[in-house]
């Protein structure tokens, strides 16, 4: 065999495949974290998001240098660290070779409240005055700020009512004024009796049967926006084998919604204690609370309230885990969540399964809303009945709602009303009426997802299932009023984009469908046959709530408001 016919020797490769890891990179990561072969928990990967936060604190970005580090350091494949650290809105990865981002960041909100409250002119402004080489201005979902839109974010710094001048005032200073919150201590809630009931039920003299009854007589339903009765989730974990976890939602990222917000602001304590009871009663190994990234205010609240109980011996150290969410709406659907709480992207399960099944870490999960547990102990103080009263019955309905009110009202905030007031008395009772010179168009009962109803139905009772009749639900009960100033292609133009922008791309009728259905939106003329079959595709064939419900605020305008669309020449008449 000729020299020139021989086959060529085969070259071995001299190191592993794939890029090389720094060792200096790592040597900083156990800096940052700590050292992972003293403290094997710190490989698992449910600390995963906990750690690319870490990072992205301290060094404002994520490089690949770096998350090949963490895959190192957690014995993990890169390819998982990257698909999560990629998932999530709140993390800035820069790959090899790209600059990073600037170093302060300014999110304007372009949720639909802040949308009425001019949030694009201002983030317009922001981005042609400030200096980009410095300063980023980027679009951001709701923060849950709605009653003092518009709401810009500095840094992790929440600017309310934000002004053009405002926001510049702050990026020029670096003075964000971080959130000066007034909450209730343990030792002045204690004096007032609390904790008393998670004492009671730990000495044996409150059974978990009485207060299952308690849940059941009050009425006392999920408040995130399923409705589901308390008492029977309960029940469900209860009925399943150990070890179970209990899991509180605090990620309300529903455009419109800032409740729980409002609450954990005020009463952390009162909500810590009604979420114990619930790990109690279902003989939890541990309690966690996913909280969402846009509170950061509240992340400090829960933090020292977590080590008031622990130093008060109320709780064992690390039974509550706080975790932050990252920036992802899907993550309020529970079992999305409870992938993010194993650290891995936000994407829903199939079911069954349920969560109550098969949960997190694979165990028999109860997952409640933050202000479902806010309830637990007052209803148990002063009883089912008084709960149940409430309103004295208001529309035939029993019990309380808080209602996030935004828009074009006199006094949005968060209301605490009977359920079933109607939208009429909720704006005369509690919001002042409409704003000055508006006047009542329509409004979203449940956020993005509920719905829009017009002012003719304004004396329809909120509440669960009396809305389904109307194409509506009530879900966090959020309301978003519209006045008759408000363009509606814009406002279905905003509801859709934020759709499209926060589906997890699992399924194909969510992922295309809220896109082309945005398309549809955005021409001259809407083709009524289109959006409504494509309505139904994603009503019927989404994996979650996110796709299922996306259409609702489409097929409410062409329902409701079929005349003022027309006068518009948006639909063809036929």
Known sequence: MTESTATPKRRLRGKTRGRELAPVALAALR????DESEAPELRRRDRLIEHLHAIQDAHGHLSLVELRALAAYMNLPMAAIYETATFY??????????????EVTVRVCDSLSCQLAGAEALRQRLAAGLDPERVRVVRAPCMGRCDTAPVVEVGHHHLLYATPEGV???????????????????????????????????????????????LERAGLRGLGGAGFPTFKKWQAVRAEPGPRYAVINADEGEPGTFKDRFYL????????????????AVEARALYIYLRDEYPGLHRVLTEAIAELEAASLVAPGFVVLRRGAGAYICGEESALIESLEGKPGKPRHRPPFVAQRGLFGRPTLVNNVE??????LIHEKGADWFAGQGQGRHGRKGLRSFSVSGRVKRPGVHLAPAGITLAELLEEYCGGMAEGHRLAGYLPGGASGGILPAGKADIPLDFDTLQAHGCFIGSAAIIVLSDQDDLRAVAANLLAFFADESCGQCTPCRVG??????????????????????????????CGLGQAAPNPVLSLLRDFRGELEAQNLIVKG
């Open 31 to 34: 800096v940052l974290l700590g």
């Open 89 to 102: 809105a709140h993390f800035d990865v820069v790959h090899d070779g790209e600059a990073p981002p600037p």
């Open 168 to 214: 510049e005032a702050v990026v020029d200073t670096g003075h964000t004024h971080p959130e000066a919150i007034l909450w209730q201590r343990l030792a002045d809630y204690r004096v007032g009796g609390g904790y008393s009931l998670l004492t009671r039920c730990r000495a044996g003299e409150v059974g978990v049967e009485v207060l299952i009854d308690e």
């Open 265 to 280: 602001e005020r009463e952390p304590h009162r909500f810590l204690e009604g979420a114990l009871v619930s790990a109690w």
């Open 372 to 377: 479902t547990v806010y309830w637990i102990p």
């Open 514 to 543: 809220t896109e082309k259905m945005l398309t549809l939106l955005e021409r001259d003329a809407w083709d009524v046959q289109a959006l409504e079959r494509l309505a139904r595709v994603m009503m019927d064939a989404s994996i």
